[in-house]
């Protein structure tokens, strides 16, 4: 998955809008992009294999560029249709262990990621635009795998067409999951496969 892509917050978010939618990118990756990325995947991961600690919040600060080719990739497989360039989303993710713990352990267990606010760059008539979107996501967890995923876009501060975009992609996501069996599969398996070799040192 890439730790973007696990127990959903914003980083459902930056998921949707990568799926939304080579070459270098107009928007280089940061310097630092894939260490932050890598430490949180590490920290998810101690997390997710030891079912501990319980208390405290579970925190990483992310920032993801994407190529609009890769964008655009994606976007097909949802059936939607990105019209602009690169991308980039960063998030200070902060969701409390607790409600993490709870979602791995119990038979059944809805994950609410509390409200995140993701800041995006996107690459639109030869210009960056700025765009902020707030999220809320759930996620429904069954016998410590996930099985559902809502996206819960609240708001979208942006040029009409993106934010247009923006909820529809989220509405169609929540409504008829669009992206949704691929974000599944790609969790559980960040749960089940790769976070034991990540813990491991693998």
Known sequence: MRV???FGGSLVAATMIAGLGGAAAALEERKDEQDKLKACERSLCALVTKKSPAEGDFKCALSKTWARDKIKEGSATGRVSWV???ARCSVDLKVPRSIMVEALVSPEATLQVPE???SCEIERDKEITPVTLRFAPKLRFKDGKAVKVWVNLKHVDGPSTIKGLAMSV???EDGIGIFHKPLIKAINRQIAEK????????
């Open 4 to 6: 973007r892509l696990c």
């Open 84 to 86: 602009f360039g690169d």
């Open 116 to 118: 995140h606010t993701v």
């Open 170 to 172: 989220a509405k169609l």
């Open 195 to 202: 976070c034991p070799k990540v813990a491991a040192g693998g």
